[in-house]
Each structure stands twice: as structure tokens, then as C-alpha cells.
């Protein structure tokens, strides 16, 4: 095998492996600003929606992105959209399942108690 038909590819493989499969936009940007600057939370869950936005147009969701944005609206005491992102977490992640389950029972039961 000659050198340049060895540089081509790798240089093919590479390129594969540096495409994203994944939609994150500025996510990991976004989440250390929010680490180093915790007082612009809205400011970050807004971000964190645009993302998920993004991600579902494109259909490349990345894992725990559902999740993490439900367990903002866990925090929030919206336990209604908390259910729906950890369920959608749990629908397309098979392997969260038990964890998300465990999110949503939680969810309902603090739901159940401001009723």
C-alpha cells in the first residue's frame, strides 16, 4: 500500500470520526457558564431549550440532555414538564430507564402533594 493511499484513509476515517453524531450546539459552552455563574439559571435552561429544539429538528438528540432539562423543571417545582422530559429521556435512552422512573415517581408524588 503506497503512503499517500494510507494518509487518504486515514484522513477519510478521521473525518468520519470528527462528525458529530450528536446535535449539542453550544451546550458544553453553556453549562460552564452556568457553572461558573450559577445566578443566570433561567438564563441557562433557556439555552438548554434552544438546544433541544435544535437537536429534535435535526433528530440527532444527544443522551441526558432531556434529562437534565426535566430535572430543571424538577427544581422549578414544574413537575408536570419534568414528567414529560424524563419520559422522553427514558423513550429514546432505553439503558435510563430505571433511573427516569425513579425521577417520575418522585415527580408525581411532589405533583400529588401541591394538590
Do not use: H
Not at 457553572?35 to 439559571?41: E, I
Not at 438548554?48 to 443522551?63: D, N, R, Y
Not at 427514558?90 to 425513579?102: G, I, N, T, V
Amino acid at each position: 500500500m503506497s503512503k499517500k493511499l494510507l494518509m487518504l484513509i486515514s484522513l477519510v476515517l478521521f473525518v468520519g470520526c470528527a462528525s458529530t453524531k450528536y446535535t449539542w450546539n453550544s451546550y458544553d459552552d453553556n453549562l460552564y457558564a452556568y457553572y461558573k455563574n450559577p445566578t443566570q439559571k433561567e438564563r441557562f435552561i433557556e439555552r438548554l431549550k434552544q438546544t433541544i429544539v435544535k437537536a429534535e429538528q435535526t433528530g440527532k438528540i444527544p443522551p441526558g440532555i432531556y434529562a437534565e432539562y426535566g430535572y430543571m423543571c424538577f427544581e422549578g417545582q414544574n413537575y408536570k414538564d419534568a414528567i414529560t422530559y424524563f419520559q422522553k429521556e427514558r423513550d429514546l435512552w432505553p439503558e435510563s430507564q430505571a433511573f427516569m422512573d425513579k425521577m417520575i415517581t418522585n415527580a408525581k408524588n411532589l405533583m400529588a402533594k401541591q394538590t
